[in-house]
Nanobody
């Protein structure tokens, strides 16, 4: 069983940046597709980014493209979501998810088997 742990959330002012991390306890994520999702109060879960197993394909939701970047460290033990130019509407609980599925990644949450516990990101002045 892959256990994912997110970190790096918190409170930031509009226009600011945060870097979320997603690490797998007792394993690496080398052969996994990894994605980020978020859920704001009263809203459905939204897929916002993913990176494929071979790390050549990334996909971003329109709501974050150009502001968020997903990447991994060289050892592929930790995945990151760099979030720049944050807006109040980015406020949500953010989750990382992983799956062994090959091919181009997807931000459809139903296709991911492993999830982190979530971390709060609040964008407010």
């Amino acid at each position: 069983q892959v256990q994912l742990v997110e970190s790096g959330g918190g409170l930031v002012q509009p226009g600011g940046s945060l870097n979320l991390s997603c690490a797998a306890s007792q394993s690496t994520l080398e052969y996994f597709t990894v994605a980020w999702f978020r859920q704001a109060p009263g809203k459905e879960r939204e897929g916002i980014s993913c990176i494929s197993r071979v790390r050549r394909f990334t996909k971003y939701a329109a709501s974050v493209e150009g502001r968020f970047t997903e990447f991994s460290d060289n050892a592929e033990n930790t995945f990151y979501l760099q979030m720049d130019n944050l807006k109040p509407e980015d406020t949500a609980v953010y989750y990382c998810a992983a799956d062994r599925r090959a091919g181009k990644c997807t931000i459809n949450g139903a296709l991911y088997d492993h999830w982190g516990q979530g971390i709060q990101v609040t964008v407010s002045s």
